[in-house]
């Protein structure tokens, strides 16, 4: 938790409900886009393919979808992880350094929880992973 003045500040009920609701809405779509994908995979599987260049065609699809979906359950666990700080108070602060996140970081990418500092040292493999 934040540990400076300046990082203390909380962010407003208005805000905080605008972030759920972004936050549940990208879920929601994330959640549809599964069940497109099962619905999508399924019928592929369900279509006869008389050549080989038929299956793999249709292997490949499903391995795409499949791997399309990988990231999209990341994005899932991300957002999942933000309304859980949003329930604790948490959500708004840098976890390793608790500072505040910036608001226009928090409308861009709602589910953020670096600063733009840390995030950078994260993608630099240098941020110790605070899971």
Same mark, same amino acid.
């Given at each position: 938790?934040?540990?400076?003045?300046?990082?203390?500040?909380? @962010?407003?009920? !208005?805000?905080?409900? $605008?972030? #759920?609701?972004?936050?549940?809405?990208?879920?929601? &779509?994330? /959640?549809?886009?599964?069940?497109?994908?099962?619905?999508?995979?399924?019928?592929?599987?369900?279509?006869?393919?008389?050549?080989?260049?038929?299956?793999?065609?249709?292997?490949?699809?499903?391995?795409?979808? @499949?791997?399309? !979906?990988?990231?999209? $359950?990341? #994005?899932?666990?991300?957002?999942?992880?933000?309304? &859980?700080? /949003?329930?604790?108070?948490?959500?708004?602060?840098?976890?390793?350094?608790?500072?505040?996140?910036?608001?226009?970081?928090?409308?861009?990418?709602?589910?953020?929880?670096?600063?733009?500092?840390?995030?950078?040292?994260?993608?630099?493999?240098?941020?110790?992973?605070?899971?």
């Amino acid at each position: 938790m934040p540990s400076t003045k300046q990082a203390t500040k909380r @962010l407003a009920k !208005s805000s905080i409900t $605008r972030f #759920r609701q972004q936050l549940e809405t990208r879920r929601q &779509e994330i /959640l549809n886009l599964y069940e497109h994908d099962l619905e999508v995979g399924k019928g592929s599987e369900d279509i006869e393919a008389d050549d080989l260049v038929d299956r793999a065609n249709d292997a490949y699809n499903r391995e795409f979808m @499949l791997s399309f !979906s990988g990231g999209e $359950r990341e #994005r899932l666990r991300e957002i999942e992880a933000a309304l &859980e700080r /949003l329930d604790d108070g948490s959500y708004g602060f840098c976890q390793p350094c608790g500072i505040n996140i910036p608001q226009v970081r928090l409308k861009a990418v709602p589910w953020a929880r670096y600063c733009i500092d840390c995030q950078e040292r994260d993608e630099q493999g240098l941020l110790v992973d605070v899971d």
